[in-house]
């Protein structure tokens, strides 16, 4: 099994640009999860999923829109890409909603 | 609002030399507080979970602690590819809270 795997592993955007980062697991998992890691910030939610065609915001969702159209696909979208999004970004799934298991980042940088 | 602090920020220990890191958390409604570790440039590795206090979990050198208020990871003769961050975190729902995390360095 991959377990969690994520696409692309580094992006360069320009300001305004846009972009889908792509998750996928093979563990059959109900939940799905998109964070974000900044230094001195830690690891913030930003959506997630408890299922296919589920979606809810977490603590920082402005910026970013998701879609779970099948169920072990978790897509996060940046419309308008702002520096403020430069960060490694993260999914994670869950089979129950207690433990997660995370991908090997994204890092994004926008200039 | 759940709140999970991490001490220290950072920890420099010589091989062999055992210590501990804190969690102190606040959360209505435990459901579980979980342990990670992280190297650079990768994502988190899961742990342990522990959902009620008094527990305890074992792994290798690590050893997980939970009370109603804090958690501690015990690290026994450590060394050095247990040089990492540590990271708590905790959940009353379907979301985690995370700490800022322990850096941990050991070094031969």
């Known amino acids: 099994n991959a377990g969690v795997t994520q696409t692309p592993k580094f992006r360069v955007l320009k300001t305004g640009q846009s972009m889908t980062l792509l998750c996928a697991q093979d563990m059959n998992h109900e939940y799905m999860y998109w964070y974000r890691q900044d230094p001195g910030m830690g690891l913030r939610l930003i959506h997630y999923s408890v299922g296919e065609g589920t979606t809810a915001k977490g603590e920082v969702p402005d910026g970013y829109n998701v879609s779970r159209l099948k169920k072990q696909n978790f897509l996060l979208g940046l419309e308008s890409a702002a520096p403020s999004q430069t960060s490694v970004y993260f999914c994670a799934s869950s089979l129950e909603g207690y433990e997660q298991y995370f991908g090997p980042g994204t890092r994004l940088t926008v200039t | 609002e759940d709140q999970v602090t991490q001490s220290p920020e950072a920890l420099r220990l010589q091989e062999g030399e055992s210590s501990s890191l804190n969690c102190s958390y606040t959360?209505?409604?435990?459901?579980?507080l979980f342990w990670y570790r992280q190297d650079p440039g990768k994502g988190p590795e899961f742990l342990f979970t522990l959902y009620s206090a008094g527990e305890e979990k074992e792994k290798e050198r690590l050893k997980a602690t939970l009370t109603k208020k804090e958690s501690f990871l015990h690290i026994t003769a450590p060394k050095p590819e247990d040089s990492a961050t540590y990271l708590c975190a905790v959940s009353a729902g379907n979301m985690l809270t995370f700490g800022g995390g322990t850096r941990l360095m050991v070094k031969p």
């Open positions: 959360v209505s409604g435990l459901r579980g």
